[in-house]
Each structure stands twice: as C-alpha cells, then as structure tokens.
C-alpha cells in the first residue's frame, strides 16, 4: 500500500498490479486473493451512516466507507463493488412516495406546480366548489386544484357535464396544466399559481344533498358527525390526523424493530376473565355457562412471551375496556404494547425517549431527551395529581409552617390530623382576571368533587391582603405567606386545610381549572405548542379500595414487582410498599405506564392470596410459567390514541380514530350494538329477558 494510502479506499483501476482480484465462487460468494496468491474472505461490508466510525469524506465531501479486508490483507476495495456499495446506499435512503402507481391518474390534486405547465394530466377527485358554470375546485387526499370548465362549443358536453356535478360528486377530468392569468394567483394553495384546462370529464357517482358541508369551519355536531363518518374523513383535519398516526407508527415500527431488534407477535384477542384493572367485555361460547373475555391488554401474553425466550416483543395492540364514558376513554383502544426481558426501570425509560425521538413528527419541532422524572409523592404534593401538567407553574405549595403558630381553629384542627397540612396555590393576576363568579365556581367544586373548603386571599395593589384570615395574621405572618408563595400584585391565593392528600388533590384540580379560566380570560399560561414530557415513577404497590378502605387492591395491576428497597416490607406492611410502576405524562395526560414484572411465583403466589385476596388459580397457567425459568422482565404500553391526540392538539381522542364509538359508546354509523334473535342466542345456552320498550322496539 503507497505511504499515507491507510485508512482511505484507494480508486486505482483494478488491473493496477497491488490489486486483490476475484479468484472463484464459492457457495454464492466471491473469494478475493492477496497479491501473494492466498485466498481471503471477501471485505466487510461498511455500515452506512451520516457520520461516526467507517466514514471518511473524499473530494466533494461525500461519505465514503473506509473498507479493510479480513485475514490481515490491507488490499484496498475494487472500484467496481465501491460503486455497488455506493449504489446500495442511494437505494436504502427514504424516497418520496408515489401516489400516482398502480392507478389511472397522472397526478394528484395537491402536486401540480408551475414545474407542471404545458403537461398533460389526468386527475381524479371530489368536488369541492363549482362557479356559475366557470370553474371548479377538485379535491383529493392531497389537496386542491382549480379546473377551468371550457366555454367554447367544441366542448359544449363537457361544460354541461361539469356545471351541473353536484358537489362531492367523484369526477375524472383530463387537461392541460397552465398558469393562472396575472394577478389571479392564489398564494394560500400550494396549487394557487396553475389550474388545469378541461378537455375531457366524466362523473364517476354524482353524489345526492348531503347532510353537512365537508369543510373543517363548518360546525357539526359530533353525534351527526359519527353517523357519517365516512364523509367526515373527507375532511382535511381527519385526514392529516389518520396520515401523520400511520407515519409514527411506522417509525415505532422501524425503530423497534430494524433499530433494536423487537419481535412484533400479535396475542389472542379471545382469552379468559382475569383478576384486577378495568372491566373486560364478555364473549359467549358454545359451551354452556363459559365465556371468552376480550383482554384490555395482553399483559399475560407479553409475560409469557418472556418466558419463551422471545426477550423483545411489541405489538400495536387492540384492547378493550368495558368501563364508563369518559373523553379520552373509548372501549376499544390502541396501545404500543412492549415487552423486554433482563431490564429494568432505566432501560424502560431510555427505549421509550429514543422510540419518541426517532418517531416524532418533524413538524412538531423536536423533543429533548432525557424527559424529567419526578416521585408519585412529589407530583401529589407540588401538583396534586399523579399527571402533572408542567407547562405552567401555580405549584402547590406548603404554608403549615406560617400558620402553625396562629389561633385559627379550623386551621390547627387540621395541623392535628396525623397527615394534616395547609397548602395553597397563587394565581398570577387572578384577581385582575378572575370575576367573583369564577371565584365561587370553584370553591364550589372543590366543596363537591373532593369535601374540601377554600379560603381566598387577594393582595391588593398597595401589597395589603384581602381575606377573612388577614384579622387573624401578624404582621410578620402575612410576611411570611407573602414571601412563600411569592405573591404579587393581583394575585389570588386558594388556601385549603385538612388531610394531606385529600387537600393536595382539591388544589390540584382548582390548579387546572384555574389555569383553563386565565385562558379564556386572555392570560397565555400554557405553550400550545409545547410538549412536555415527564417519567412519574415509586407509585405505592397497593391502594385501600374505594368500598372498603381496609383491604387492598393493586395501583397498578398484580404482576408489578416491588421496589428492591421495599421488598421485605410486602410481607409485613405491604401498604407502604412502593412499586417498579412507571408512568410517562405528557402535558397533564398519562401517556404511557409499565412496570418490572415479578418473576418468581412464590411472590407472585403471595400477593394474589395473601395481599389481595384472589384466587390464584384462575392465573395457575402465569404461575406456573414463572416456576419454569421465567427471566427478569419489564415493559410498558403507550396509549397510541391519547398520544397522537395530543401531538395534533385535537380535543378529543375520537378525532384520531377513524372509526371511534361514541361517548356512551356506540357505533352510531354502523347502529351497533344492535338486537340479536332468540334463534341466535340459542347455540350460546343465552336468553335475554326483555324490557318492554325494547320488545316494542324489537317489533318496529
């Protein structure tokens, strides 16, 4: 090799004298000779990448790979598979979709541009505006184009087929690209400076009176909406919102599984009721008096997929919930559904920033890892909710110490309890914002959602205090409130005393609503164009059940392991046990959530009988697979639903899903669910005991 040649790939000929040349091939490859005449296998094949180890830059500044033959022979890389290997490249870089292969089109309704005028195309769409006969505006997925109806009589037939198309009717017209007359440019089109001579149309389906318009500044209501969805998806909102869903998951797709090596398995759908979560939807079977259940997640699967070795699984993962109506709630849902074996916490985490990152729409700007991380017990006592929105700030802050020595009943009755507290939150400017009607509403609310009384105190302009409280503070105790939450001019103060959680989740909520009504009033408080992610982590293990605070059910669900640290205390106190649960909130709405699982069945055995009073026999299939060498495993699941929601800033999830159920959740479309007949019900060993306006209904 010539001296300073190292390291580069040399471009002689490959008859030059110092060259490795073919020599046979061999069981489909290629075995190179060293001058000396030994064989050698052929050379690495370099990773191509835009920038790190294996690349050097050459003349122009292209990438090219610095290449070493195995077996110790320095011989450089023969020009012609530098060129393959070049060609490869170019090839594995992302092209620009076509739209217009395998159909009769030309182009879209969205591509034609100044590039474009003289060509002849063939465009296919719906009819989104018509002009006294002069012009129309056709509309595909893409996009608009402006199509001139002909005025001469040579085309008379074509002029009257496209003046008389009813809007939304599917039209084929063929034409002639051309510029728009000076002046007549529409800038807001990305089509505003062409529009396409008609020469030929035909109405594909004339489309009769709709029952709304199909553009997005026309209000509907939801329910007309979901009865016709099909027209609904016309609109370039949903369309945007289906298209940018299907390039994340794609990217998910890719990075798992290309980037990290993921096995993407899909789980049954039909399984068997199981203990713990939300309420799973019943399917009957031909067996008499058995039921299949439709799981609201393949936790067991996943688990199980551990066990046999897979170590990486994901899934996009359908899952059912038969619980009430909520807005961000639908009975059937997805989730990005993983599953990792020999991790743990921090493992979890950095996978689900990196499968962000590299998914994450580029319009949206880019989001910065690592995301923050914050206790179960911080995020309840600065923000009163286990999913803080930290886009703003109104921090709930402890005031126990200013108040401590004062001689206000209520508020030393509450610094009595065990867990007592006073707490507040400062609204910046509320008072000049804020009516005394906004006020009211919520001390209102926390009175009626969570039992909690809220004293109000406003500083005035000249810096005094406003509150039935001031009569009872020193000077120097309205100092100190002053200094502790930071209070200026104008600012409002909600104060709440009483048991630690319950006066952090009152304050929590009246954050919220205080912040939605700032906003209406014109205060920007929060960025809409900011994502702010968070990793709440050390969630109790157990919580006491609602109907009966002295037993236990689980925070999470019943395979969630429990901290290292407080592993001994699960079999003595298991109350204060905290957990390997993680959640990842973004801007206040619980995204994703996960756990390391517990593995060893003695444990899981314990906490099934011992901790929450189930019967383990129903999971004996799981317990049995965690006596026969189950590895350490963990996981979490992304609500794909709720995220993509967020990141298109739609207000509800039901605007991601192309198709949703509604609130109660119904199929308003489709009517469903709908009645079945007694003759149907029959293989099932079923009968329904009819109310009477249903049999009237049955009858209709």
Request: glycine share 8%; net charge neutral.
């Amino acid at each position: 090799m010539a001296a300073g040649a190292r390291g580069r790939v040399r471009t002689a000929f490959p008859s030059a004298p110092a060259r490795a040349r073919p020599a046979a091939i061999f069981e489909g490859r290629r075995r190179w000779r060293c001058p000396g005449g030994f064989p050698v296998p052929p050379p690495e094949l370099p990773r191509f990448t835009s920038a790190g180890p294996g690349l050097s830059s050459r003349g122009s500044g292209a990438l090219l790979p610095r290449v070493r033959l195995r077996g110790g022979c320095g011989m450089a890389l023969p020009r012609l598979l530098l060129r393959a290997l070049h060609r490869a490249a170019a090839a594995a870089a992302p092209a620009a979709p076509d739209f217009n292969s395998f159909v009769a089109r030309t182009n879209t309704c969205g591509e034609l541009r100044s590039a474009h005028v003289g060509q002849k195309v063939t465009l296919y769409g719906w009819v989104q505006y018509q002009r006294q006969g002069l012009f129309l505006v056709l509309r595909d997925f893409q996009g608009l184009t402006q199509v001139i109806i002909p005025q001469d009589e040579a085309h008379s037939h074509v002029k009257e087929l496209l003046s008389s198309a009813p809007l939304e009717s599917v039209l084929r017209v063929t034409g002639t690209v051309s510029p728009r007359p000076l002046g007549q440019e529409n800038p807001k089109m990305p089509t505003g400076d062409i529009e396409v001579k008609a020469e030929t149309a035909e109405i594909l389906n004339s489309c009769k009176k709709l029952p709304f318009e199909i553009k997005d500044f026309i209000k509907k209501s939801e329910a007309l909406r979901m009865q016709y969805r099909y027209l609904d998806l016309r609109s370039s909102r949903l369309q945007a919102s289906l298209r940018l869903r299907s390039r994340v998951v794609m990217r998910m797709r890719e990075y798992l599984c290309n980037l990290h090596g993921f096995v993407d398995v899909e789980t049954p759908t039909l399984f068997k009721r199981t203990p713990g979560g939300a309420k799973e939807f019943l399917v009957p079977s031909r067996e008499a008096g058995k039921f299949y259940s439709l799981p609201q997640s393949p936790q067991q699967f996943k688990q199980l997929l551990m066990v046999g070795g897979l170590d990486r699984y994901f899934q996009v993962a359908r899952c059912y919930r038969d619980e009430g109506s909520r807005p961000d709630r639908q009975p059937e849902f997805t989730q990005i559904d993983i599953e990792m074996s020999f991790v743990d916490q921090a493992g979890i985490q950095r996978l689900i920033e990196g499968l962000l990152q590299h998914s994450w729409p580029e319009e949206r700007g880019s989001i910065t890892t690592p995301f923050p991380s914050m206790t179960y017990e911080e995020a309840l006592a600065e923000y009163g909710t286990d999913k803080p929105d930290t886009r703003f700030g109104m921090k709930i802050v402890d005031i126990s110490d200013v108040f401590r020595g004062s001689n206000i009943h209520f508020v030393q009755n509450a610094l009595s309890y065990p867990h007592g507290s006073i707490r507040a939150i400062c609204i910046p400017q509320g008072a000049r914002y804020l009516t005394n009607k906004d006020l009211e509403s919520l001390k209102e609310s926390a009175k009626s959602q969570f039992n909690q009384e809220i004293m109000e105190i406003i500083r005035r302009p000249d810096g005094s205090l406003k509150s039935l409280l001031t009569k009872f503070l020193g000077e120097k105790e309205k100092s100190e409130l002053i200094q502790a939450l930071s209070m200026q001019e104008d600012d409002v103060v909600l104060l709440a005393a009483g048991e630690h959680k319950q006066v952090c989740s009152a304050l929590g909520a009246l954050r919220l609503l205080s912040a939605n009504l700032l906003e209406a009033a014109g205060l920007a408080l929060r960025d809409p164009t900011a994502f702010h992610f968070l990793w709440v982590v050390d969630f109790p293990l157990f919580l006491p059940k609602a109907e009966n605070p002295t037993e236990l059910e689980s925070a999470h669900h019943p395979f969630t392991a429990p901290h290292p640290s407080d592993a001994s205390l699960l079999y003595s106190d298991p109350a204060k046990v905290r957990s390997q649960h993680y959640d990842l909130v973004l801007n206040g709405n619980e995204v994703g959530g996960g756990s390391i699982r517990i593995h060893s069945a003695e444990q899981q055995r314990f906490v099934l009988e011992k901790v929450l009073k189930e019967d383990s026999e129903v999971l004996s299939h799981l317990i049995e697979a965690l006596e026969l060498g189950a590895p350490p495993h963990g996981g979490i699941a992304l609500g794909l639903d709720r995220l993509i929601s967020l990141i298109v800033d739609a207000p509800s999830i039901r605007d991601v899903i192309a198709f949703p159920k509604s609130f109660r959740g119904r199929d308003l479309m489709g009517n469903a669910p709908d009645y079945v007949t007694p003759e149907e019900l029959e293989p099932y060993h079923i009968q329904v005991s009819w109310p009477l306006e249903e049999k009237e209904a049955k009858k209709n």
